[in-house]
């Protein structure tokens, strides 16, 4: 994942909209924990609790719905990408 500052919400279409929302919960990712080492050690432990897994969608989710709202739900690009 490159280390570029985020320049805009808006997106072409939803599946780039959605993209945009995993490399967001990412970035956060990063932020919270910067230490490569650490985040190697508790990865094999969040990645088997279904209760982890389930809050890092969730975080992707609200992600995803701001994107969503920012890009008028994509209605003025939808004749671009049907």
Do not use: C
Not at 12 to 36: D, I, N, W
Not at 45 to 63: E, G, K
Request: glycine share 2%; charged share 15%.
């Amino acid at each position: 994942m490159p280390n570029q500052p985020l320049q805009t919400l808006l997106t072409q279409t939803p599946e780039e909209g959605y993209a945009l929302a995993v490399e967001l919960a990412q970035k956060g990712v990063l932020v919270t924990q910067p230490s490569k080492e650490v985040r190697e050690v508790l990865r094999p432990v969040y990645s088997r609790d279904a209760n982890s897994l389930i809050a890092a969608s969730q975080v992707i989710s609200i992600h995803f719905q701001t994107i969503a709202a920012a890009n008028n739900y994509w209605r003025t690009w939808a004749p671009y990408y049907q």
